[in-house]
């Protein structure tokens, strides 16, 4: 057993998002930090320290235009050096001021066809960095009743949807990711899974949902959506983050860690660990240190996993045939109250790492190298 379930926590690997590592925040404020990359190549530099320190984050997402380089080849040849490569890129059409009213979905046309031009743009970014993933992530919507026709902003993102699959090469797809609301309040024109769901099951294989753990109302099984869609073969990726009570951005497990393993008992339990499901990570929120809580969030989804990955499958399954409500608890809840972390140590020693990451990362130097080294010029982030 520990043979099967170290090769499987080996095999595990875990995407950090670029974005994390620039300065972040929220609507109201983003507080700079010290030694914060100033554009693309510091930020893989970054990303490489998770990777080395806990040996499962190997791939970074990107986003474009906030990683836009005049050489995306350069930029991924970069990476490689570093021991790491370019994971999904991320899509932007939410930050231009044409998009005020939507993007894809907007009612003028000139403006539809500035925001495919986008999209088309990042599968040529996948075409030269070798990423095989687009992510989707519309802020379209409307904030007042009858501000727009919601059935023809549905005809619009099919439209838009229909123009990026037809583009994408072969060994290459595009997630598409719901959001419940924010910045649209009244309709979002992708506001769950299921209108995510419909819209890539008529286009096909190569559309796939992402699930944004964040995106959600208080109280949704997420781990419910997550069987559902695995089942469907429609389950692309993860967005993992932790929110108390909207799109907070927060460390993974830090709010709900039992959800966490919740949610990745399904994933084991469908053998989505091997599927082709991206475990990326969206946690950029604005108090934490950068790499510190990148790593945090790493680890603890491997913890989730290794619970999971600890269920006791065919006592669960006796006890459900059986109707045995308690013992079925039961044996979840031995999974998740089993402390992994000592398994995980002696995994990473196993690996040549060292045992704790946090520690490891802490004693590197390589945070006060990077805030003598990196002055002036200007941080990467986003204003508020």
């Known amino acids: 057993m520990t043979t099967d379930l170290k090769a499987a926590l080996r095999a595990l690997h875990i995407e950090t998002p670029s974005w994390a590592y620039g300065n972040s925040g929220t609507r109201f404020k983003v507080f700079a930090q010290r030694g914060v990359p100033r554009d693309p190549y510091e930020k893989l530099a970054d990303a490489a320290q998770v990777h080395a320190h806990t040996g499962v984050a190997p791939t970074v997402a990107l986003h474009i235009p906030w990683d836009k380089v005049a050489d995306y080849g350069h930029l991924a040849a970069h990476a490689r050096e570093l021991g790491v490569g370019i994971g999904a890129i991320n899509s932007n059409v939410f930050q231009d001021d044409a998009y005020m009213l939507g993007s894809v979905t907007n009612p003028d046309p000139a403006v539809r066809r500035k925001a495919l031009a986008h999209l088309l743009e990042c599968v040529d970014i996948m075409d030269a960095t070798g990423s095989a993933t687009l992510k989707l992530w519309f802020s379209d919507g409307t904030n007042y009743p009858g501000q727009d026709d919601i059935r023809a902003r549905q005809d619009r993102l099919a439209e838009a949807l229909s123009a990026v699959y037809a583009r994408l090469g072969e060994g290459q797809r595009f997630l598409l990711e719901y959001k419940l609301f924010e910045p649209?309040?009244?309709?979002?024109?992708?506001?769950?899974?299921?209108?995510?769901?419909?819209?890539?099951?008529?286009?096909?294989?190569?559309?796939?949902?992402?699930?944004?753990?964040?995106?959600?109302?208080?109280?949704?099984?997420?781990?419910?959506?997550?069987?559902?869609?695995?089942?469907?073969?429609?389950?692309?990726?993860?967005?993992?983050?932790?929110?108390?009570?909207?799109?907070?951005?927060?460390?993974?497990?830090?709010?709900?860690?039992?959800?966490?393993?919740r949610i990745m008992y399904e994933v084991v339990r469908a053998g989505g660990l091997a599927a082709g499901v991206a475990f990326m990570l969206d946690q950029c929120h604005n108090i934490e240190p950068k790499i510190p809580g990148q790593i945090r969030s790493v680890m603890n989804v491997q913890e989730a996993t290794a619970k999971a990955l600890l269920v006791d499958r065919d006592a669960l399954a006796a006890a459900q045939a059986g109707g045995d409500v308690l013992g079925a608890n039961a044996v979840l809840m031995d999974a998740y109250n089993t402390d992994v972390r000592p398994l995980l140590a002696e995994l990473r020693a196993e690996a040549g790492l060292a045992p704790d990451p946090m520690a490891a990362y802490a004693k590197s130097g390589y945070f006060e190298k990077i805030a003598a080294e990196r002055v002036g010029g200007t941080q990467a982030g986003w204003g508020a």
């Open 184 to 261: 649209a309040f009244y309709t979002t024109d992708v506001p769950d899974w299921g209108t995510a769901y419909a819209h890539c099951l008529r286009l096909g294989p190569k559309a796939q949902v992402v699930v944004d753990t964040g995106h959600h109302a208080p109280g949704v099984n997420i781990e419910f959506i997550v069987a559902f869609l695995l089942r469907e073969g429609k389950l692309g990726g993860f967005d993992f983050n932790s929110r108390f009570y909207a799109d907070d951005d927060l460390m993974v497990g830090a709010a709900d860690p039992f959800q966490l393993f």
